[in-house]
């Protein structure tokens, strides 16, 4: 067991937008993590997973609470940002409806 101190789990659900595929996603969300999250500060790792209900789940690990809110004022000006937003069905919301942050308490692996 590894402790994790400040460690912060980013859960974020994402719908896709009408007309978007999963493939669509993917590639949206390779150029995301490539062009754009891979050079944040802070950043650990993700995951996006599937839900049973088709839709899906980005799980994103930051080394703090800090780190994963410094980058919620990057998004807004990001072409790269805009791009993986565009294959979501944002509703109302600007990409960061629904996230939310957990504090890690420990990791096993």
Known sequence: ????????????????????????????SNTFQQDFLAAQPGFLRRELVKAPDGNYLDIVHWRSETDAQAIMTKIEDSPTCALFFSVMDMGDGDGTSGVEHFSSLAVYQ
């Open 1 to 28: 067991m590894e402790q994790t101190m400040n460690r912060i789990v980013e859960m974020a659900p994402i719908k896709l937008a009408a007309g978007k595929s999963e493939q669509d996603l993917l590639n949206a």
